[in-house]
């Protein structure tokens, strides 16, 4: 980790909390931050108001990665990374096919894939050759003591990874390496739980195709279903597709070697590989868009229910439905709340363990605004209609979280 941490002052507490759709959706440039900020001007100018933005290669310069996979003329080091890495068991995409709206994955050999590569590119990227790309492999958990990268200041107030860290003891976590040939690309999606995301670039270059929170739904088709590539022709057809226009259209990206991207909550974005290219990416939520965490999970759960509303007489229908959203988007209602009660738990300890020595950490005021936020989603949960329908355990548990939460001065 940085030895630097995300200190806010006393001036945050005092703002509403953000309505920032309707300011993301003006949003008509990226801009480029080429020199050093401090982490509460990122907070206040990009990730409260949920805007994009492209940090320079300052911010990974130190980067293990960017010294040991990267040859000299900025390529991908194969013999390297064949040493460090080619005995683990990686997963793979293949971008040309396409099954259930996604691209389909297989487990390789990490040697497997990068001899795979290496021979693509000595080719020249010929285009009847499959595109592998190793997405999603979980790094960290491979490899724990390789120390690749250090997740920059900005990202670090990460509940996301915190809660699946104690929850999952390592098991699992949002914490993955990409590594794709030129033209290698993933289709047009918005992030797991609406959270934000960063991704650096080890080597390479991506573009990237941004759509801001509420125009994606131009692009869906008389189904609801969203297009699989938002540079396709049959977006241009009116009876399928009968909300597009030509107007809707994407804030473009290039993001070379070194550079960070930050994609905010809700931002549709479909991404392409120009050059051979290694980047590391983190999901991430935190106090600034846990409320579309949560709104998220509700959208989903409403799903679920209109596509079992035929089974409602079944016995434990409600529970059914939690088992279901559990499994079809990776969290229900009753693991949200062990969620909340994670992050909330380990914000008091601190703040009681400092209350106790008398310090004043610098990362008191960001606490507090933790648990402003903690509090407010928490009672929009404890409000739902469907919440209660879940276990009188879990309501239970709500219930305390609430108390102990009301007994500290926010």
Not at 89 to 98: F, L, Y
Not at 358 to 378: I, M, N, T, Y
Request: aromatic share 12%.
């Amino acid at each position: 980790m940085s030895c630097q941490e995300p200190v806010l002052d006393e001036s945050v507490l005092d703002a509403a909390f953000p309505a920032w759709q309707n300011s993301a959706s003006s949003c008509c440039k990226v801009d480029v931050i080429s020199q050093p900020i401090t982490y509460q001007e990122f907070f206040l100018t990009y990730l409260q108001p949920n805007r994009p933005c492209l940090f320079g290669s300052h911010v990974t310069s130190q980067w293990r990665s960017r010294r040991e996979w990267v040859t000299q003329d900025g390529k991908p080091d194969w013999e390297t990374l064949k040493q460090l890495f080619g005995h683990l068991t990686v997963p793979v995409a293949d971008c040309k096919k396409v099954e259930y709206q996604a691209q389909p994955k297989q487990d390789m050999l990490m040697a497997q894939f990068l001899t795979y590569w290496q021979d693509l590119c000595t080719r020249g990227h010929p285009a009847d050759k499959p595109s592998l790309y190793l997405k999603d492999w979980h790094f960290c958990r491979s490899c724990p003591d390789y120390g690749a990268y250090e997740t920059p200041v900005y990202f670090q107030s990460d509940w996301l990874n915190e809660f699946w860290d104690q929850q999952y003891q390592g098991e699992d976590d949002y914490r993955f390496v990409y590594m794709g040939p030129k033209g290698s690309w993933t289709p047009f999606h918005a992030d797991v739980f609406r959270s934000y995301s960063w991704s650096a670039n080890v080597c390479g270059c991506k573009k990237w195709l941004l759509f801001p929170p509420g125009q994606e739904e131009q692009l869906r088709d008389t189904t609801g279903s969203l297009v699989y590539d938002v540079t396709s022709e049959e977006l241009l057809d009116p009876v399928r597709y009968p909300h597009y226009s030509r107007d809707t259209r994407p804030l473009e990206v290039v993001q070379r070697a070194g550079e960070v991207m930050f994609v905010p909550c809700g931002w549709h974005h479909q991404v392409y590989n120009m050059e051979d290219t290694i980047s590391i990416n983190h999901n991430w939520v935190n106090s600034c868009n846990v409320h579309m965490m949560w709104r998220f999970l509700q959208t989903e759960l409403g799903r679920v229910q209109q596509a079992i509303s035929d089974c409602t007489d079944m016995e434990d229908w409600h529970g059914h439905c939690q088992v279901i959203l559990k499994a079809s988007s990776g969290m229900n209602y009753p693991e949200f709340l062990d969620f909340l009660t994670c992050i909330a738990d380990r914000r008091l300890h601190d703040m009681q363990r400092w209350d106790r020595e008398g310090e004043e950490h610098p990362r008191r005021h960001h606490h507090r605004l933790d648990l402003q936020r903690l509090h407010s989603v928490l009672c929009t949960v404890m409000e739902d209609q469907d919440f209660q329908h879940v276990s009188l355990e879990v309501q239970s548990k709500a219930d305390s979280l609430k108390n102990n939460l009301e007994k500290v001065h926010l």
